[in-house]
């Protein structure tokens, strides 16, 4: 195995729209990394606008894992208005720079509550979701095809962590041949009854801001885990940055910020959160760039 002498090593690292916060801290992490080899190395990733992109090149906004399930057909325009009111509500408190993350979570937990107790009653849309799924295939950001396909290779394990809907997220990640067996999905998952309709979220739900071990603990990805010390973590959302934290084994964490959204005002919040800040970035060229410097 080559250690690195410079992170200028990295030439994907070497562009305008990247911030580094501590660029002697990353050089350390990433060479832990590489001297630890990938028996050790495990993949923490959010899904909305972390594996897919913000935007697409036209400048639409890709969808979320809620967006998903607001396009199909069946789902009732009132639950669609709603859902669309609320997101308008709490979208601007979710990227406020100014606002505490404890008062943002005050103000998720209120969203989620909402969101969750507005998909009650709903018939859930199975096969309509399927053919949703199919237009996120071209939404993933370039160059996670390789990422799933290298981990798969190594025996990585990856885990999708999302605050999002967890049939979703395996829907989309499914279509595009994403959910491989090494690939995990902790997310909210929706309880239904025998006629399909929601009832409720199995378990505790999942927000942006408590994304930690408490979610993973006792699921199948943590048994997979345990003995892997190191974290290559990808996130968009502030609350990404603790994905891995409550992971007491974990040595090293490299965090990954993709910055999409308000940009200017939240760049130096991302940049005390995570070690490396993309900015209006549609690929993944830099996860993959580490990857392969681990043998």
Same mark, same amino acid.
């Given at each position: 195995?080559?250690?690195?002498?410079?992170?200028?090593?990295?030439?994907?690292? %070497?562009?305008?729209?990247?911030?580094?916060?501590?660029?002697?801290?990353?050089?350390?992490?990433?060479?832990?990394?590489?001297?630890?080899?990938?028996?050790?190395?495990?993949?923490? &990733?959010?899904?909305?606008?972390?594996? &897919?992109?913000?935007?697409?090149?036209?400048?639409?906004?890709?969808?979320?894992?809620?967006?998903?399930?607001?396009?199909?057909?069946?789902?009732?325009?009132?639950?669609?208005?709603?859902?669309?009111? /609320?997101?308008?509500?709490?979208?601007?408190?979710?990227?406020?720079? +100014?606002?505490?993350?404890?008062?943002?979570?005050?103000?998720?937990?209120? #969203?989620?509550?909402?969101?969750?107790?507005?998909?009650?009653?709903?018939?859930?849309?199975?096969?309509?979701?399927?053919?949703?799924?199919? *237009?996120?295939? %071209?939404?993933?950001?370039?160059?996670?095809? %390789?990422?799933? /396909? #290298?981990?798969? *290779?190594?025996?990585?394990?990856?885990?999708?962590?999302?605050?999002?809907?967890?049939?979703?997220?395996?829907?989309?990640?499914?279509?595009?041949?994403?959910?491989?067996?090494?690939?995990?999905?902790?997310?909210?998952?929706?309880?239904?009854?025998?006629?399909?309709?929601?009832?409720?979220?199995?378990?505790?739900?999942?927000? &942006?801001?408590?994304?930690?071990?408490?979610?993973?603990?006792? &699921?199948?990805?943590?048994?997979?885990?345990?003995?892997?010390?190191?974290?290559?973590?990808?996130?968009?959302?502030?609350?990404?940055?603790?994905?891995?934290?409550?992971?007491?084994?974990? %040595?090293?964490?490299?965090?990954?910020?993709?910055?999409?959204?308000?940009?200017?005002?939240?760049?130096?919040?991302? +940049?005390?959160?995570?070690?490396?800040?993309?900015?209006?970035?549609?690929?993944?060229?830099?996860?993959?760039?580490? /990857?392969? /410097?681990?043998?």
């Amino acid at each position: 195995m080559k250690m690195i002498a410079s992170l200028h090593e990295i030439k994907e690292l %070497d562009k305008p729209n990247i911030h580094i916060r501590d660029k002697d801290a990353l050089l350390t992490k990433i060479n832990q990394i590489i001297r630890d080899g990938h028996e050790k190395l495990q993949i923490v &990733t959010d899904f909305d606008h972390t594996l &897919t992109r913000h935007n697409m090149d036209n400048g639409k906004t890709v969808l979320t894992s809620f967006g998903m399930f607001r396009e199909c057909p069946s789902v009732p325009q009132e639950y669609k208005d709603e859902e669309l009111r /609320l997101a308008d509500i709490y979208k601007p408190i979710e990227v406020d720079p +100014t606002m505490s993350i404890e008062d943002k979570t005050k103000h998720m937990v209120a #969203w989620y509550l909402a969101a969750h107790k507005l998909l009650k009653g709903v018939k859930f849309p199975r096969n309509e979701l399927i053919e949703v799924s199919q *237009k996120m295939i %071209d939404c993933f950001r370039i160059g996670v095809e %390789d990422l799933i /396909l #290298w981990s798969e *290779k190594q025996q990585v394990p990856v885990l999708v962590f999302s605050a999002g809907l967890g049939e979703c997220v395996v829907a989309a990640l499914n279509a595009a041949n994403f959910l491989l067996p090494h690939v995990k999905v902790v997310s909210n998952f929706l309880a239904l009854d025998e006629n399909e309709s929601v009832i409720g979220i199995k378990g505790d739900v999942i927000h &942006t801001y408590n994304k930690n071990e408490a979610a993973i603990k006792d &699921t199948e990805y943590y048994e997979m885990v345990k003995e892997r010390n190191n974290v290559l973590l990808l996130g968009d959302n502030i609350g990404d940055a603790g994905m891995a934290e409550g992971m007491e084994h974990c %040595d090293v964490i490299v965090k990954i910020g993709f910055l999409g959204r308000n940009t200017e005002a939240n760049l130096q919040n991302y +940049t005390n959160k995570f070690d490396i800040v993309l900015v209006n970035e549609h690929t993944v060229d830099v996860a993959n760039a580490i /990857l392969k /410097l681990v043998l």
